[in-house]
Nanobody
Framework: HVQLVESGGGSVQTGGSLRLSCVAS????????MGWFRQVPGKEREGVAA???????????YYADFAKGRFTIFRDNAKATLYLQMNTLRPEDTAMYYC??????????????????????WGQGTQVTVS
């Protein structure tokens, strides 16, 4: 059964914005760790942003350097939905974007938030194209 479903991708011009959404099954959403990754053909999947709740530090929000100041990750608990607001998009942001879920413990309470191997649950991806 489907547990993570992304939407919101599309084609935009340089400088434009998109908001990606990821609706999660409730038990997956309650794992308290969700993130966005992206991948282009021939390259490894890379972390974009992640958000955790709970754990020794109370949770956190993490961004890749390229995402800081342009992208915002946030959650809607009532809707069990994860979002990625992407502004000031660049051609190099073109990629397939994936939603993923894990637990705070799996990602070392943030230390390995960008390690795709630490996420057991994945969506099917949504394509973002910036030209």
């Amino acid at each position: 059964h489907v547990q993570l479903v992304e939407s919101g991708g599309g084609s935009v011009q340089t400088g434009g914005s998109l908001r990606l959404s990821c609706v999660a099954s409730r038990h997956i959403y309650n794992s308290n760790c969700m993130g966005w990754f992206r991948q282009v053909p021939g390259k490894e999947r890379e972390g974009v942003a992640a958000i955790t709740t709970g754990g020794p530090g109370g949770g956190g929000v993490y961004y890749a350097d390229f995402a800081k100041g342009r992208f915002t990750i946030f959650r809607d608990n009532a809707k069990a939905t994860l979002y990625l607001q992407m502004n000031t998009l660049r051609p190099e942001d073109t990629a397939m974007y994936y939603c993923a879920a894990s637990t705070p413990r799996n990602i070392g309470y943030g230390a390995e938030w960008g390690n795709s191997g630490k996420y057991p649950y994945w969506g099917q991806g949504t394509q973002v194209t910036v030209s």
